[in-house]
């Protein structure tokens, strides 16, 4: 289905971003790569050891701000989300609001969340 989806868009296939990045979904990842003619697979976490790649899958862990994850926001993730290319679904669910909510979050994360991520919002001011 993705890969259908992806060879139908007329757009070139970027890679793959992994924000769960378990084994689970790497099966996943392993088997659109493939069928795409291979690639790069992004992580949130550490990525599977290389003896265990897909000879033409190379993997590697974003997180926060480097080399890699920045071009990648400012050239395409920011523009496509303003363009409404890429869209934010499904909608985060909202626990609450200010830091005592994050207990709640953590206690419904850990009761196990689907198709969705928690929020807790909180702003610093600054004066």
Same mark, same amino acid.
């Given at each position: 289905m993705v890969v259908d989806a992806v060879r139908k868009s007329g757009f070139e296939f970027v890679d793959i971003f992994d924000a769960i990045s378990i084994p689970e979904t790497y099966?996943?990842? @392993?088997? %659109? #790569? &493939?069928? #795409?003619?291979?690639?790069?697979? &992004?992580?949130?976490?550490? !990525?599977? !050891? $290389? $003896?265990? #790649? !897909? &000879? +033409?899958?190379? &993997?590697?862990? %974003? @997180? $926060?701000? +480097?080399? %890699? $994850?920045?071009p990648v926001w400012r050239e395409y993730v920011t523009p496509a989300l303003e363009a409404r290319r890429l869209q934010r679904l499904p909608p985060p669910t909202v626990v609450g609001k200010g830091l005592e909510q994050i207990q709640d979050a953590l206690k419904r994360s850990k009761a196990g969340v689907s198709a969705t991520k928690l929020v807790v919002v909180y702003r610093i001011s600054v004066h």
């Amino acid at each position: 289905m993705v890969v259908d989806a992806v060879r139908k868009s007329g757009f070139e296939f970027v890679d793959i971003f992994d924000a769960i990045s378990i084994p689970e979904t790497y099966v996943h990842d @392993f088997g %659109i #790569l &493939a069928k #795409l003619g291979g690639g790069h697979l &992004a992580c949130t976490h550490r !990525p599977p !050891p $290389a $003896a265990d #790649l !897909p &000879a +033409n899958v190379e &993997a590697g862990m %974003i @997180f $926060a701000v +480097n080399d %890699i $994850a920045t071009p990648v926001w400012r050239e395409y993730v920011t523009p496509a989300l303003e363009a409404r290319r890429l869209q934010r679904l499904p909608p985060p669910t909202v626990v609450g609001k200010g830091l005592e909510q994050i207990q709640d979050a953590l206690k419904r994360s850990k009761a196990g969340v689907s198709a969705t991520k928690l929020v807790v919002v909180y702003r610093i001011s600054v004066h």
